[in-house]
Every structure is written in C-alpha cells, then in structure tokens.
C-alpha cells in the first residue's frame, strides 16, 4: 500500500490508540463518581471536577491530533530543547507559581493549573533517547561496536544518569514533590534494555531489600553484627584466597554502607514521611483514625466492592467521602467500591495491556532513538500503576501518584498524553526508516 502523505492516521497503531480512548473514558467516567454530587448531576457542568476534567480531555485530544499532525523528526531535533525548557520551567516554578498543598509547584491560570514536573517526563524521555542513540551513530561509523558496547562505557553511563537524575534532585529539592521525582528512576530499566551490566540491577534489588531490613529491624548494632557474621561464614563455601577475602571485605563495607545510609535518611526525613514508612511497615501503633486513615478507608472502599462492586455510583465510601484525595491518586478505591474485582481486574489489564503494547512496538523500531524513547513510555506508565495501586492497597508508602488516565487532573493526562502519542509517531514513522 502506497503512503498517503495526506492522511496523519497512516501507520497509526489503532489498537493502542482504542486502548488509550478507552482509559480516558473510564478515567472520566470514575472521577464523576468520585466527587458525585446530587446537586450538580451533569456531568458537562464545568463547576464541577467532572467537567473541568472534560476540558482536559478536549485539550489532551487536540494536543494529540497536533502531535499527529508534526513531522516525527521534529521530536528528534528538539529533543534537547524540551528538556532544557521544561529544566528552566521546573526552576522559575519555585519563584513564580502559587503554593498548593505546602509544595510550590504549580503556574496557577484562574481555576487551573499546569504542573512543569508532569511535563518534565516525557521531555527526560526525548533527550535520554536522543543521546542514546546519537552516540550509537558515531560509534557505529568509526568502530562498527554496537549500543550495548556503548552503554558499558562509564562515561556515557554516567551522562545518561545525568540526564535522569537532574530532574529528579530538582523536582525534590526544590518543589518538594517526592512522589513525581521518584518516577524518574524508572528510566535507569530503560539502560539495562540497551546493554547495561544486568549484575548493577541484581546489586539494586539487593539494596533495596536491605534498605527495607534495616527500616523493619530497630536494633542496628545487632543488624550490622548479623551482616559480619554471614559475610565471614561466607568466607567458608568459596575458594580461600585473597582475591574472594577482598570481594567479602568489599559487600560486608557495602551492605553496613546501606544499613547507616538507610539509617540516617530515615532520621532526616519530614515527620509526615516517617509517619508513611510507619504505617506501611506496621513500625509502633499506627494510629487509624489518623496517620493511618487513608490507608485503612482505601482497604476498606476496595475491599466492600466484593466481587462484582456495589454499582455505579452506589460507592458508600465514596459518596460520603471516607477516602481523601479520591478523584486523584486514590481513584482506584472508586473503581474497587463501585466495580468491584471484576472491574478492577479490567482496569488493570487495560494498563498492562497499553504497557506490554509499547514494549511490542518498541522492538520493531527501525531507529535505535524511537526504541529506546518506546522503552522510556513503558516504564514511566508501569512505575505510575504499580506504585498508585500498591499505595491504595497498602503495599507501597502514600507518595501521591497518579493513575496513568485515570486521575483527575490535566498535567497529568496532558503529560501522559504527549509521552504516549510521540511515541505513536515516532512508531507510524518506521517504515520510512531505513535500516
């Protein structure tokens, strides 16, 4: 079939497009329940939340038609400029948005407001893959090594780091947002897909089940002597030689490295952080009528919805507001009450669904720039539905994260938006690519 340079849905994955209009809808649907109001009972009045979300979702559309619209090689060539834009917007935040709920964060326009950080994603996305892959270029012209070789040198390891990690000290120094700066660790995945050492994630994982060691147990002396203990039994099931004496030496230093680090952070953390930690790890008598509250009333709202849910805005828990924040980053107690296990398996397959889809047409790029931006979507959208889920069910702390589509809010679906529809681009673009 020959191009039509006319249509701009040509190459366009419908599928993944049909999944996304279904989680806006959805989305849509459950704020409406969340903050239903018998007085207020249309669901186009934009006094409402419900209404105002419509606005966003009609901008989100004509932002996404737009990007449809825009030549895919555009998002190359202005990769670096999105990212040092939304660095420069992410800094005058501070100085010239309005506080909301103790975080200034916000450019505030009448009733609405935009949140830099949301936008700063997709921006960390365009400039990590565009460095990538402008590296593979080179390298692949003066000493045919492929990308994988790339990434195993350090200093390119290190700048690609940079890339991820000045967001995240920005947004959480400076905007005091933890919840969005930690989202840009999930870019780190995206490394190990084009060639880092997989032994960094296995040292990672161990890391962070230390780290939670060392919250659970109170006695840290008795921490550290265990740690002595099974290292120098260690010693005793390898080859004794110097060479493994070091390696032991070198993992005891590092996981007592953890343990005090683990130890001083936790300390020096705001009062309502620890209070967080707490409540997830179970750590004195948590308090459920008030730093355990949230927690407790989403169990509760997720749990009453049984099997097949109370109803469409049937929700006791939700129409009497028992569940704080219910139309943002506690919205799946909404779809738990009202839609019940059923519904909720639903949802999360939509999700999942929409991720592995990404993954799919990642690996059938022909550019190494639109893999690796393919790959930095799929774990941006799965870092949001693991960790908001996990909180409202008592896995994870209470970070305040949205529900990719589903929460109210226009930064967020606008931001999620853009992330995804680049990449649907960048993804009907490839055949013009050759290889």
């Known amino acids: 079939m020959a191009r039509n340079d006319k249509d701009i849905f040509y190459g366009v994955d419908r599928v993944t497009l049909l999944v996304y209009i279904l989680l806006v809808v959805m989305g849509w649907l459950n704020i409406y329940a969340a903050v239903f109001d018998e007085e207020h009972q249309n669901i186009f009045d934009t006094s409402q939340k419900y209404g105002k979300q419509l606005i966003w979702i009609t901008g989100a559309a004509i932002i996404a038609f737009s990007i449809l619209v825009i030549d895919a090689n555009f998002y190359t060539a202005f990769a670096y400029f999105f990212y040092g834009f939304f ?44 460095f990538l892959s402008n590296q593979n270029i080179v390298v692949n012209q003066q000493f045919r090594l492929k990308l994988k070789d790339l990434i195993k040198n350090y200093k390119n390891t290190f700048i690609a780091l940079l890339f991820i990690l000045v967001p995240l000290i920005l947004i959480k120094k400076l905007q005091d947002e933890t919840g969005l700066a930690i989202v840009f660790i999930a870019f780190i995945i995206v490394l190990y897909r084009e060639g880092l050492s997989v032994g960094f994630l296995i040292f990672g ?71 967080r930690i707490d409540v997830l790890l179970g750590r004195g008598n948590v308090n459920l009528k008030k730093e355990g509250y949230n927690v407790n009333q989403a169990k509760i709202a997720i749990g009453s919805g049984g099997f097949f849910g109370k109803g469409y805005l049937q929700g006791t828990q939700t129409k009497y507001d028992f569940v704080p924040e219910q139309d943002t980053d506690f919205i799946f107690c909404t779809v738990g009450e009202e839609w019940g296990f059923l519904g909720s398996t639903i949802v999360i397959f939509l999700e999942l669904f929409l991720i592995l889809r990404v993954i799919f047409l990642a ?38 994260i949205p529900l990719p589509f589903f929460s109210y809010g226009g930064s967020s679906l606008w931001s999620f938006t853009i992330l995804l529809f680049i990449f649907i681009k960048l993804d009907a673009n490839r055949l013009l690519i050759l290889r």
């Open 87 to 130: 660095i420069i917007a992410n800094i005058l935040v501070v100085f010239l948005g309005r506080e909301v709920k103790g975080s200034r964060s916000w450019f505030r326009f009448g009733d609405f407001g935009i949140q830099p950080a949301e936008f700063m994603k997709f921006a960390t996305n365009l400039a990590l893959a565009k």
């Open 363 to 400: 690996e059938r790029q022909r550019s190494d720039y639109s893999r690796i931006y393919g790959y930095g979507v799929a774990v941006v959208l799965f870092f949001h539905l693991a960790v908001n889920i996990g909180m409202t069910i008592g896995l994870m702390p209470v970070i305040g």
């Open 205 to 275: 994982l161990l890391a962070a089940v230390l780290f939670v060691v060392a919250l659970v147990v109170t006695n840290l002396t008795g921490l550290l002597i265990t740690l002595a203990v099974i290292s120098s039994a260690s010693f005793l099931f390898v080859k004794r030689n110097k060479k493994n004496l070091i390696l032991i030496v070198l993992v005891y230093l590092s996981a007592a490295g953890v343990v005090l680090a683990t130890n001083y952070v936790y300390n020096h953390l705001e009062p309502h952080q620890k209070v």
